[in-house]
């Protein structure tokens, strides 16, 4: 569950319990030959529609914009722990966060080192709370027994801005810890500026800063800016042996070892997946979504008609004895193969590591999409006309639809999630409008009725 103080990523759920729209055009479909309900095998689909954005990798906790000491803020550093960074305070290639210690009773720590439940605050973005209740997080090191996640990659525009990723400020006072209680700096104020995947701390506010300012000038002396104090890759090694026992919110088991995992492992055996999506395509006149992942199991068993009994599942999206990724789980022969990503997982967690996001997004669009879908109707057409590769952003579009539906008794869901724009989708049944603010050109013709 996301935390309640995040930023509002819109989430409502929509059961389609009859999508066939006329009797002749119902298909055969297979009838379970186990029990219905209770314990039988013909399990629910669940289709996710991500309606999602660039505010949505905007910060996670907003609030009055003061850091409070006494609460627990929830993200991919633990809140109980104290972490030292690895690698030097201006290591952004393969540096990384790990628990040195335990923080105390309000989540401060020693003066030489960073409170986990300050870096969430600080650091964490919207779509990191997303990843965290689905997935565990994004990995950019996954092996058997070591794991490191990554912060959402911001946009460049969000260097500071008041609207989506401000400039965190940290004095003593009320609730507020002193900077050297939460981090190794010992300034009577502190500020920390958040860039594509980085954080950058300093004792002063500077103005025309970007992400590349150099911290140095020529003659290597430190200069005035925003990485005054360094600039440190937000990475955490989360779920090792020493944490992974007790983070049961986050760390699951595989062998020895244990990995970050949400609510797509934990479901994975009795719940089938499937995730639609936007192209990287900042057109106004771009229709709808696509899908992005079929419908499927992603654990290491699947029950399919017509007996719905348990089988190995060939796409599994994970080793299941180490809980290590698969990079391309739907080439069955090629899972570990780093030249695709495709699966639910993979677009879940690295949709906008290049820092570009789409915007007008059209979220009634992509949810009739997603009826269509369930409704074992073919894609709209304008869904994908023009698509290029860079449009794809490095992640599959299924053009070609296969029924989802494996049981006239199976139950169908659709997951919306989205952020606060949502606002460009006319083109679907029964909506006349062709322009916004009442005379501007919206670019969608009215769209008729779809005959069954």
């Known amino acids: 569950m996301l935390p309640a103080n995040a930023v509002a990523v819109g989430l409502f759920l929509v059961g389609i319990l009859n999508p066939w729209t006329a009797a002749s055009a119902v298909p055969e479909v297979k009838i379970a030959n186990g029990p219905l309900s209770g314990g039988g095998n013909v399990h629910p689909n669940m289709l996710l529609s991500l309606s999602i954005e660039f505010p949505t990798a905007g910060i996670a906790y907003r609030g009055d914009g003061n850091y409070d000491k006494t609460y627990e803020y929830t993200g991919y550093f633990n809140p109980l722990k104290c972490y030292l960074y690895n690698g030097g305070n201006r290591n952004i290639v393969d540096g990384y966060f790990s628990i ?3 923080a105390d009773a309000v989540h401060e720590c020693d003066g030489t080192s960073f409170s986990g439940n300050f870096m969430n605050w600080a650091a964490s ?19 058997a027994n070591t794991t490191i996640l990554q912060r959402a990659v911001l946009k460049e525009e969000f260097y500071a801005g008041k609207d989506y990723f401000p400039r965190r400020k940290l004095t003593a006072g009320g609730n507020m810890s002193a900077p050297n209680k939460v981090t190794p700096f010992h300034s009577t104020v502190l500020y920390a500026v958040s860039c594509r995947n980085r954080i ?17 000038d020529k003659n290597a002396a430190l200069l005035e800016t925003d990485k005054k104090f360094g600039e440190y890759l937000v990475r955490v090694k989360v779920c090792d042996g020493a944490e992974g026992p007790a983070r049961t919110d986050l760390c699951r088991k595989y062998g020895a070892n244990y990995k970050p995992a949400g609510e797509l492992q934990r479901h994975a055996g009795t719940v089938r997946f499937a995730v639609m999506g936007y192209l990287l395509d900042d057109s106004e006149s771009r229709y709808g979504g696509v899908l992005r992942a079929p419908m499927k199991y992603v654990g290491a068993g699947k029950f399919d008609a017509p007996g719905f009994d348990e089988t190995i599942n060939e796409h599994s999206e994970w080793d299941a004895a180490t809980g290590v990724f698969y990079t391309n789980p739907e080439d069955k022969d090629n899972r570990n193969s780093t030249a695709f990503n495709s699966g639910v997982i993979n677009y879940l967690n690295k949709f906008g590591r290049s820092g570009k996001y789409k915007a007008f997004d059209p979220l009634g669009e992509l949810y009739y999409e997603a009826i269509r879908y369930l409704q074992g109707k073919p894609p709209t057409p304008e869904a994908a006309a023009g698509m290029t590769a860079a449009m794809k952003d490095g992640f599959p579009v299924i ?9 006239s008794c199976q139950k169908n869901y659709i997951v919306s999630i989205a952020d606060v724009n949502t606002h460009w989708d006319r083109y679907v049944p029964g909506n006349d409008r062709t322009t916004f603010n009442r005379t501007n050109n919206a670019h969608d013709p009215a769209r008729p009725v779809d005959m069954p």
């Open 100 to 102: 040195i210690r335990n």
């Open 125 to 143: 973005s919207a779509l990191d709370m997303l990843r965290y209740a689905l997935t565990g997080g994004d990995r950019v090191v996954d092996t």
């Open 200 to 216: 950058l701390f300093s004792d002063t506010a500077n103005s025309g800063n970007d992400c590349d300012t150099p911290a140095f």
């Open 399 to 407: 053009e070609t639809w296969v029924d989802p539906v494996s049981a």
